[in-house]
């Protein structure tokens, strides 16, 4: 059973920021929220997670919502690189993921 | 380092043959998991070894069969699969904390077609 809901595609302009959403309504309060992209049939390759506190690193932002339902990943500045399908993921007790549907970016010159 | 390698790359193989997957790391880590992948759907977990044990069986069909040698090893046994089997298969590892923090690192997956 997903455990987030993703819209299934997105588009970004080149240089713009890409705000991804995503909502998981269901999660507990000990479950971390993740994010992977995947580029045409390579292995999915991690971004960032986090369990309530907004985090960022050298790839993305990630802002989760004090309520813990939704989240939003950040790209700051997309490139044709960053087109890939994304994946907001709920990491549940004991090393399981349990991937949402993804949303396909497709960053535009 | 991060990698986890994953071999063959592509293999096909008929509803009669036995073949196996491979997968590798070198990072120390605990867990690892078998992912399988159809065409435009999310990964869906079927295994994952925890200690070289395994911990979670997805009720994956028996046709499929996981072995972790040691905890850098991971292979997937495949035996009389059926051409719906034909997907992505993906391999990952992880430190094999359950109760923090734990990032899975992926392999590039290995495409099964099968005839």
């Known amino acids: 059973d997903a455990k987030t809901t993703q819209p299934p595609s997105m588009d970004c302009a080149e240089g713009r920021a890409a705000n991804l959403p995503c909502n998981h309504s269901t999660i507990s309060g000990n479950e971390y929220v993740y994010w992977y992209r995947q580029i045409h049939s390579q292995g999915p390759q991690y971004i960032i997670h986090g369990l309530k506190n907004n985090e960022t690193n050298e790839m993305a932002s990630l802002i989760i919502t004090e309520d813990r339902k939704s989240s939003t990943l950040i790209l700051p500045h997309a490139t044709l690189r960053d087109t890939a399908v994304y994946y907001c993921i709920v990491r549940v007790w004991g090393n399981q993921f349990y991937f949402g549907t993804g949303t396909s970016l497709t960053v535009i010159p | 380092d991060t990698e986890v390698t994953q071999t063959p790359k592509h293999l096909v193989m008929g509803m009669t043959n036995k073949k196996s997957l491979k997968c590798e790391q070198h990072m120390g880590h605990r867990a690892m998991y078998w992912y399988k992948q159809k065409a435009k759907k999310p990964p869906e977990l079927m295994f994952v070894?925890?200690?070289?044990?395994?911990?979670i069986n997805e009720s994956v069909p028996s046709r499929f069969s996981p072995e972790c040698p040691n905890s850098s090893l991971l292979n997937l046994h495949l035996h009389a699969l059926q051409p719906e089997d034909s997907a992505l298969y993906l391999c990952a590892s992880s430190q094999g904390h359950s109760t923090s923090t734990d990032t899975q690192y992926f392999g590039p997956g290995t495409r099964l077609t099968v005839l």
């Open positions: 070894y925890s200690y070289e044990k395994l911990s």
